[in-house]
């Protein structure tokens, strides 16, 4: 029989029993405890807790670390530095293949946004006095143009941080008073998809295959190599100077070429915006703006993959590699 629970009243003075065993009871007299009246919560701040990650940090920044708490302003500081006055260019110790380029600083920038928006000049020909490409001085006027508007309107510029950032990273500056190495190179030719093809093309010995007959056996529509470059009038200029004429009549030539491409470039995009704007409905609400288009569906092009055409297909891989179904030796010469 289980021994009978006390009353609450008699918890203070009565003997607790334990029970022991099956048959057998012990008594035991516990001293009387009083109830509690309300939790204790300490205030004691809590023990700092490090990850193994963070001791390791903390112990290599006390030691080999210091090295890399300032820096000189224009030099890098990466982890790959060996404290020497050389700086290293190399910011991922583990990718040495990748290698950080300079950048242009603020005089330089200034300098190219002064010679065209001041100057009168264009892009194709600062981007060929200095060695910068033609996308970064396009982009180096569009953000000079946004800080002018911002300082007219007295809006606040992070210039602290700007300088902060530039100072730890490598820079180049412009001068304009002599000519010196470029900055990067301008004529870059970017890989088409037309070429990414592989074509057996018989041409005879005799024949002198040019660049443009190679841009001819890849596509019929495809341009050759001195015409899609970003500088064609550059290749022009160079061959009126292999020529035996002057170097400073050659530059000039080239940047008439270049204001005449410009020229033609800007018609031709106010064109097409003119022509999107006349082929475009437009109907405001008080939230959006709908704009409608007429179009055919029926319009797929002869092999039914028109560019223009609906669910057109992107990334369609060419069949020069496939095997079994096509000759890729030709077997007669053009």
Known sequence: MPPLLPTPAAVTAAPSIIRASAGAARCAVQPSQAPLAAASFSTTAPRPKFSKGRRVFRAWESNQGRLFRRHKPGQTKYLTSTGDDEPSNQPFPMNPMFKSNKVLDDKSRELIWEKIMRDGETIKAVSAEFGVDIRRVAAIVRLKEVEKDWIAKGQPLAKPYAKAVLSMLPTWRINPTQSGLPFEPINELHVHPYTMQQIFWPTSESRHFTREDAAKAFHPTLLSADRRVPHPELIQMEREVDQDRPLWDASERFKQA?????????????????????????????????????????????????????GWRYGNPHGDRAKGHQIKIPTSVP
């Open 258 to 310: 270049a204001m005449e491409s410009e020229r033609k470039a800007a018609e031709k995009q106010v064109a097409k915006a003119a022509f999107e704007e006349k082929n475009t409905t437009r109907v405001n609400t008080e939230r959006f703006e709908f704009r409608f288009k007429q179009f055919n569906s029926e319009n797929v092009g002869p092999k039914g993959r028109s560019r223009n055409a609906v």
